[in-house]
């Protein structure tokens, strides 16, 4: 690491997951009181993606995201410093998602912890990330988005369950000399909208209880035409706050990657700021809004479209629950499509392989220890190992 020429945090590689299972606007209509007319031309969205094995989760899709994101910045895990996982459905209140991420990933010296700003929160995490490169504390980040929205959607709900969807998107960070990456970023929050989005319940507020079950308050609830509202001047303020602080103009930029929450949203927002619909990429029509997942996703689909190369400037703008919203300007810095090594590659699917092994490995070895130390701890551990011996060699087995 150096200290002290100006660092930057580049985007080096990129990955997204969404499940298999696709549900459309006709399967809900068969739920919920609602038609593909109705949610097309009030959100333009046409399908999305669900989980439907329980043993997929927000880290699961997390990890997908992430290997693909690592394989393209031709980056072992253990090279990862960070992982930083931007999600409002983590998979336990604790541990942290992010640390279920980095077992998994085998990214053995990553920090690692979880980032909630809602829809906000990849580029809160893309931000924070950027800050601990260009600081010198490291020198590749993991940042990603991942949510599993259906498992937190009312689906009786007609008012909110037709928008959301789950998926995970990933990029790595990595420190680079030359002036591209995260260039800015804008974050803004205003608590006293926290009502117009809310889950109420499994917080200190409302611990999980009978009656928060059954009155369905672990359920998502929205006001939606004030989140509308909001979401229409904070999404151009925020472009331009950032593009400003980029020193960058307007005119500029070559592509705006919206939060993909409704595709009028996202339309009145680029009306404007002046900008040609061309300038913006949509893909809102097949994932919904999967919060923290949707950019990464998006950026992904915009780079495999052939919509951004390097040199290109782009602004990632979002907002969510708090409410939050959060702007980041990024120049494309590396060649796409990626440069694949492929011997570099077929390590780091070993090690992917391996980073389960090393998993059990530890699990086992602290099974072990506990079964050998028992619960008093290490003091008397002699002690015991005698006393168990003795068990042993007399038959009791205990
Ligand atoms: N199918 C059919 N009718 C529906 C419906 C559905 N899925 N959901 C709501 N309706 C009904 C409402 O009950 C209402 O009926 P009423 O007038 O008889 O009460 C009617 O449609 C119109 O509701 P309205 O709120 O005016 O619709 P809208 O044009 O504002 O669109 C949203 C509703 C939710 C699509 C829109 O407000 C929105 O996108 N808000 C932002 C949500 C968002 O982005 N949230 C995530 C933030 S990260």
């Known amino acids: 690491m150096n200290g002290e020429r100006p660092r930057w945090a580049q985007i080096s590689g990129w990955g997204m997951y969404v499940p298999e299972r696709v549900l459309t606007n006709a399967d809900l209509a068969r739920v919920v009181d609602t038609s593909d007319e109705w949610i097309v031309s009030r959100t333009g969205i046409r399908e999305r993606h669900i989980v439907s094995d329980e043993r997929e989760t927000t880290a699961t899709m997390a990890v997908r995201a992430a290997r693909r994101a690592l394989r393209v910045a031709n980056l072992a895990p253990s090279q990862v410093d960070l992982v930083i996982v931007a999600t409002t459905m983590p998979d336990y209140p604790f541990p942290a998602t992010a640390c279920l991420v980095q077992d998994a990933l085998g990214a053995a010296r990553a920090g690692a912890f979880d980032l909630s700003a809602a829809c906000s929160g990849f580029i809160y995490a893309l931000s924070v990330a950027s800050s601990f490169i260009r600081s010198g504390s490291a020198d590749h980040v993991l940042v990603i988005g991942s949510e599993t929205l259906s498992r937190m959607a009312d689906w009786t709900d007609r008012n909110t369950c037709v928008l959301f969807g789950d998926g995970a998107g990933a990029v790595v960070l990595s420190a680079s000399t030359e002036r591209c990456?995260?260039?800015?970023?804008?974050?803004?929050?205003?608590?006293?909208?926290?009502?117009?989005?809310?889950?109420?319940?499994?917080?200190?507020?409302?611990?999980?209880?009978?009656?928060?079950?059954?009155?369905?308050?672990?359920?998502?609830?929205?006001?939606?035409?004030?989140?509308?509202?909001?979401?229409?001047?904070?999404?151009?303020?925020?472009?331009?706050?950032?593009?400003?602080?980029?020193?960058?103009?307007?005119?500029?930029?070559?592509?705006?990657?919206?939060?993909?929450?409704?595709?009028?949203?996202?339309?009145?927002?680029?009306?404007?700021?002046?900008?040609?619909?061309?300038?913006?990429?949509?893909?809102?029509?097949?994932?919904?809004?999967?919060?923290?997942?949707?950019?990464?996703?998006?950026?992904?689909?915009?780079?495999?479209?052939?919509?951004?190369?390097?040199?290109?400037?782009?602004?990632?703008?979002?907002?969510?629950?708090?409410?939050?919203?959060?702007?980041?300007?990024?120049?494309?810095?590396?060649?796409?499509?990626?440069?694949?090594?492929?011997?570099?590659?077929?390590?780091?699917?070993?090690?992917?392989?391996?980073?389960?092994?090393?998993?059990?490995?530890?699990?086992?070895?602290?099974?072990?220890?506990?079964?050998?130390?028992?619960?008093?701890?290490?003091?008397?551990?002699?002690?015991?190992?005698?006393?168990?011996?003795?068990?042993?060699?007399?038959?009791?087995?205990?």
């Open 181 to 398: 990456g995260v260039l800015a970023s804008e974050l803004g929050s205003d608590g006293s909208g926290g009502e117009l989005l809310i889950v109420r319940a499994g917080g200190s507020r409302a611990p999980a209880n009978y009656n928060t079950v059954s009155n369905g308050e672990h359920y998502l609830r929205m006001n939606g035409r004030e989140v509308f509202r909001f979401a229409t001047t904070i999404m151009p303020k925020a472009t331009e706050a950032v593009v400003r602080s980029a020193g960058w103009q307007l005119a500029d930029l070559d592509l705006v990657i919206p939060h993909q929450a409704n595709i009028r949203i996202i339309e009145s927002s680029i009306k404007r700021l002046g900008l040609p619909p061309e300038k913006c990429f949509v893909n809102v029509e097949r994932y919904g809004n999967t919060s923290a997942a949707s950019i990464p996703i998006a950026l992904c689909e915009a780079v495999a479209q052939g919509r951004v190369h390097p040199g290109d400037k782009l602004v990632l703008v979002g907002f969510g629950a708090g409410l939050t919203w959060a702007a980041a300007a990024v120049e494309w810095g590396v060649p796409v499509p990626a440069k694949p090594k492929p011997g570099l590659r077929v390590l780091t699917d070993f090690l992917f392989g391996w980073a389960g092994v090393r998993s059990l490995w530890r699990r086992t070895t602290r099974h072990v220890y506990n079964w050998i130390l028992g619960p008093v701890g290490k003091d008397d551990w002699r002690g015991r190992m005698r006393q168990r011996a003795d068990r042993l060699r007399k038959g009791s087995g205990k």
